[in-house]
């Protein structure tokens, strides 16, 4: 049985075209577009090249059989496909659940198009209202930032990866996963802010960067939404 994320997955992977370079993103969803990109370059014969967004999906795009390019040999990506943990009716997203957050927001901001892959449950009103807000930072500053996004509304805690031993990033770094009360109420004026604090690496709020949503339904099918 097709479950929504399944649904979404692989019907973006039917918005990809022969010849483009394609960024992979991460997470659950994702996998089934990886999964449905292999069956196409089997069985219809397209050639892609993916621009992975973590190790995890590296090592699940190689076993696929996907060829990959780095960034030292892409300048622009045709299509990016990715999930969310949030996305509001202005397609703005909280992302960085799986933790990739720095890498998948460096290979959205050169593509020409952003697939956001999700389920219905992802779709909210605000902001930080069914997700926490990851901020990806330096081990050194982590302290001085967390005093700042409290300053900012924000009740950070350090993502653990088992007790008393913080998640690492596929960069070395670790995150804040952030409360806000009643959600973010200006998502753009926070991103804005977070990027100039020193320590952040990089935080979740994706914003103006996905083009189009597929979302997935527990019935097997999906409806492809554009901005």
Not at 48 to 60: A, F, N, Q
Not at 137 to 146: C, H, I, S
Not at 196 to 208: A, K, M, N, Q, S
Request: contains cysteine.
């Amino acid at each position: 049985m097709t479950n929504a994320k399944q649904a979404a997955g692989r019907r973006a992977a039917e918005l990809v075209e022969d010849g483009m370079t394609v960024g992979l993103g991460t997470g659950s969803t994702v996998f089934f577009t990886l999964q449905r990109l292999a069956e196409r370059i089997r069985d219809e014969g397209i050639s892609l090249r993916g621009v992975p967004t973590s190790l995890d999906t590296e090592s699940k795009a190689r076993e696929f059989g996907i060829p990959l390019a780095t960034l030292d040999e892409v300048e622009r990506i045709a299509l990016t496909i990715d999930g969310a943990d949030e996305i509001d009716g202005d397609y703005q997203m909280i992302k960085g659940g799986g933790g990739a957050l720095l890498r998948e927001k460096v290979v959205a901001t050169i593509s020409d198009r952003v697939v956001t892959v999700v389920g219905r449950d992802k779709l909210v009103e605000r902001l930080g209202t069914t997700f926490l807000l990851p901020v990806e930072v330096v081990p050194f500053a982590r302290a001085t930032v967390r005093r700042a996004i409290k300053a900012l509304g924000g009740e950070p805690t350090v993502r653990l990866a088992e007790p008393e031993r913080p998640f690492v990033t596929d960069n070395g770094n670790q995150i804040l996963d952030c409360k806000f009360e009643g959600g973010i109420a200006d998502a753009r004026a926070l991103a804005a802010r977070l990027s100039t604090e020193p320590g952040v690496v990089e935080h979740g709020l994706f914003i103006d960067l996905a083009t189009d949503v597929v979302i997935g339904d527990d019935t097997g099918t999906a409806e492809l939404r554009s901005k």
